[in-house]
């Protein structure tokens, strides 16, 4: 059974720094793309970030030079470094891993900046 457990959340003022984490288990993490993803209420689900099996990464634009995503394969895990938090990055990150054709999501973890 695959299972992806996110933690990290929480509630941190404007230009603060949050670190979020997400585990797998149940797959061979290091041929899947993990990612993040975030939604915020009353929008439609939106990438975050991703970082594939080389270590290229790709990010949204609104989150370029502020956002770092990295993976440790050893530990089936990959993390979202924010820094220089917004108000408008408040949202429900989610942790997605995908290797075609599976495609796994984890629960989702409230990330809220204040102003």
């Known amino acids: 059974q695959v299972r992806l457990v996110e933690s990290g959340r929480g509630v941190v003022q404007a230009g603060g720094s949050l670190r979020l984490s997400c585990a797998g288990s149940?797959?061979?993490?290091?041929?899947?793309?993990p990612g993040w993803y975030r939604q915020a209420p009353g929008k439609q689900r939106e990438l975050v970030a991703t970082i594939n099996s080389g270590g290229i990464t790709n990010y949204a634009d609104s989150v370029k030079g502020r956002f770092t995503i990295s993976r440790d394969n050893a530990k089936n895990t990959v993390y979202l470094q924010m820094n220089s938090l917004k108000p408008e990055d408040t949202a429900v990150y989610y942790c997605?891993?995908?290797?075609?054709?599976?495609?796994?999501w984890g629960q989702g973890t409230q990330v809220t900046v204040s102003s």
């Open positions: 997605n891993v995908r290797s075609w054709p599976n495609e796994y």
């Open positions: 149940g797959i061979t993490f290091r041929i899947y793309t």
